[in-house]
């Protein structure tokens, strides 16, 4: 079998005061594969990363490395590593040329393969024009890829991105999965996200994780598979609670983006809930089912 890039066996962490964050996690990461950490706010994802690339010791539990265990030899696999934290910065008065350059010398580039690569990721990265622009000047987009770029120019096999999309506008977050899906090309990435669009697009596997326990773990599209549900229908957000109860009869009601939702199992439930909203007068939409539609019936224990 094949040395996998990540294998988590068993790994707890509590932190003081006996808050568990982990419990028992077990994940295998095949090389060339991109995995989302998806989960509320509190359910262990960034404990997880960070556990992953040496950065925080599990209370319990084995993690390797390229088949080398990270939690007795760390120094013997962060040369293969490279991670972009959430709450990185970049220096404000210092180009995107002067980060991608002097982090690559850093990481023990000689000058001539640090300005090769500084150069090439700069170019994938669309930020070649602006290399001399001090980062303050630019938008909240570029200022991530500058992060990315730095991450890239190690050439690490396996990245570690740590919700790599938060705060950025809708255009930049897309720009910037055009970005996260060269990168898989040449390293296996793991990342944390909210934004089930975005595992959606990305992943090859979206590991879900709830209260430190991983509840799923597969593709986008098996998981979206094994809903119950034939598809879904947006109602009115102005419907009142009655107008809602009586709907809900045709199906499991849920709220999605401040919406109320129906989830429709057979076809005769779906055909009777488009009548009664259509003789009704009510507005409503058809749409397919989604990752988010999986997420928030998992979490719910509604699968």
């Known amino acids: 079998m094949e040395v996998a890039s990540l294998e988590v066996r068993c790994v707890q962490k509590r932190y003081r005061g006996g808050v568990e964050a ?3 996690v077990d994940l295998r990461v095949e090389t060339g594969a991109v995995v989302c950490l998806a989960g509320p706010n509190g359910a262990g994802k960034t404990t997880l990363l960070r556990i992953c690339a040496t950065q925080l010791l599990p209370t319990s539990g084995d993690v390797c490395l390229f088949g080398v265990d990270a939690v007795r030899h760390p120094d013997k696999v962060r040369d293969r590593i490279a991670v ?3 709450e990185a910065r970049p220096d404000p008065d210092r180009s995107a040329w002067h980060h991608l350059y002097q982090y690559g010398r850093a990481r023990g580039l000689g000058r001539a393969e640090a300005n090769t690569r500084s150069e090439g990721a700069l170019k994938i990265l669309d930020l070649w024009e602006r290399k001399d622009v001090i980062t303050r000047d630019l938008s909240g987009g570029l200022r991530q890829r500058v992060l990315i770029g730095m991450a890239m120019v ?6 570690f991105l740590d919700e790599p999309t938060t705060g950025l506008d809708p255009v930049a977050r897309r720009e910037m999965w055009q970005v996260l899906t060269r990168l898989r090309q040449q390293s296996t990435v793991i990342l944390t996200t909210h934004y089930m669009e975005e595992a959606e697009v990305l992943a090859h596997r979206v590991v879900i994780l709830d209260e430190g326990r991983i509840v799923a773990d597969d593709s986008p599209r098996k998981l979206v598979a094994t809903l119950p549900y034939r598809s879904k ?8 609670e009655q107008s809602l109860a009586a709907l809900s009869t045709h199906g499991r009601l849920e709220e999605l983006a401040g919406r109320p939702v ?5 076809e005769d439930a779906m055909t009777g809930l488009v009548e009664a909203l259509t003789a009704r007068n009510h507005s ?4 397919p089912l989604t990752l988010e539609d999986y997420y928030i019936n998992a979490l719910r224990g509604g699968k």
């Open 22 to 24: 982990l419990s028992g």
């Open 84 to 86: 972009v934290p959430q």
């Open 154 to 159: 190690t050439e690490a096999p396996l990245l």
């Open 233 to 240: 229908i947006l109602l009115d957000d102005s419907l009142d």
């Open 262 to 266: 129906i989830y429709v199992r057979e």
């Open 284 to 287: 409503f939409s058809v749409s």
